[in-house]
Each structure stands twice: as structure tokens, then as C-alpha cells.
């Protein structure tokens, strides 16, 4: 799919990963509606600088977790635009959620948003997409759909079911809407990492460095026109998922 002038939703697309991509699309020349929960002064900041690259932006709210909500959101920007022609499900919510617990609370937090909200998202946009006979989806996964993580039951799960998620959308909605996933390794370290600990994550990727949420708006990018590719993922990660055989020379 050629992506100037089409439109693109991009769920969490006002800051971090999310907005690379968003800025992506936008020097593309594609039209972004940007979704955000709560961070509305960082979904404006990243509209206005959208525009700036000469496409139009629409930030807008809604907890994806809702399916009324997305009904919304999506209502609002066929209403803005004309079309949503590009789907990325960038969105989620990170908190470690140990096993066994009392609490379940952030177990149906994390997984309503890693797999009900894209699931809902997708719902809502592919009538739209099928009716012009074009679209793309592409889910933002990581390795952890491959490989838990301890203490992170829930995000773990939630990656391995959006993984399971695009390949059946790809099954439904072919040929005219492909779907695909792009699993960052280690892009973006969050402030509460130490400089210890971010060096330690670099030497586990076979490049011996991290990435950045550039390279996986490249990635995004690629699928998005590659118009023979669906169903498939690509891992941007450095070659973490394979790293730990570094230790393993004879």
C-alpha cells in the first residue's frame, strides 16, 4: 500500500514507540489519527508535529479497553478523514503482574488492552477497510510472545495472543486486508533503569547495542507496504532472541 494520503489509526501513538510510528506515517504522507488513554498534552505535542511534516492529525481519546469507546474513535475518524486504510496496534500497559497473586486487577488491565482492545480495534475498522478493498493492520508485539518473562504473566500472555491474533486476521480478511506484527527488542529503556542494567540487556542482543523506535517505525513501514506479505511477524531486536548463544562458543 502506497501510504500517502491514506489514513492511519495508531493506538498509544503519542509517545514513545507509538509515536515514531505515528511520525513515520506522517513523512510518508498518510494522515494520522493518533489514540492516547490519558496523555493528551503528549498526543497534542505529537499532532502539531505532524502537521508540521504537511498531513493532517487527530488526536483522540478513548480507552481501547471499551469497545464503545473504539466504536467511537473510529467513528470520529472516518468522520475526519474518510477512511481508516492503516490499523497499528501500538497500545499497552506495563506493570509486572507476579503468579500466584490475590490480585487480579492488573491481569484484566494489562490483557484488555494487549488483546480485547486490538481485537475491538480491528472489529471496528475492518468493515471500512474491506468496503475499499485495501488495508493493513500490523500489531506491536515483543519476544515475550516466544518466551515469558517472570513476574510479567499477564504481558506475556497478552503478546503471545496478539501474535495468535494477527495471524487469524490474516486468515479472515484476506486477500483484501493484510495483517502482520512487528516484536521490538530493546528500543527504549525506561527511566528507571539503571546505566548497569541497560549495558547488560545491550550484551545479551547479538549487536551488542539497543535499538531505537525508529527502527521499529521501519519495520512498521516495510509491512505496511509490502502488498504481499501477511500473517507474518518481524522481530527487530537486535538478535536478542538468539544473543544467550554468545556464551555458548566451543
Known sequence: MEPKGKTALITGGAHRVGKAITLALA????????????????????????????VEALPVQADIADPQQVEAMVAA?????????VLI???????????????????????DILIHGPFYCANAVAPLMLE???????????????????????HSVGKAALLALTR????????????????????LPPASYSEALIDRI??????????????????????VEADYVTGEVIAVDGGERFGHRKLEEA
Open 132 to 154: 475499499r478493498g485495501e488495508g493493513a493492520i500490523i500489531n506491536i508485539v515483543d519476544l515475550s510472545a516466544w518466551e515469558p518473562w517472570p513476574n510479567f504473566a499477564a
Open 202 to 223: 545491550a550484551q545479551k542482543t547479538l549487536l551488542n547495542r539497543w535499538g531505537s523506535p525508529d527502527d521499529i517505525a521501519q519495520a512498521v513501514m516495510f509491512l
Open 27 to 54: 513523512r510518508a504522507g498518510a494522515n494520522v489519527a493518533i489514540n492516547y488513554h490519558s496523555s493528551a498534552d503528549a498526543a497534542e505535542a505529537t499532532a502539531a508535529e505532524a502537521r508540521a511534516l504537511g
Open 168 to 187: 487469524q486476521l490474516a486468515l479472515e480478511l484476506a486477500p483484501a486486508v493484510r495483517a502482520n506484527a512487528v516484536a521490538p527488542g530493546p528500543v
Open 77 to 85: 475518524t472516518e468522520d475526519r478523514f474518510g477512511s481508516v486504510d
Open 89 to 111: 496496534n501500538s497500545a499497552s500497559h506495563f506493570e509486572q503482574t507476579p503468579f500466584p497473586t490475590e490480585d487480579i486487577t492488573a491481569w484484566h488491565r494489562i490483557t
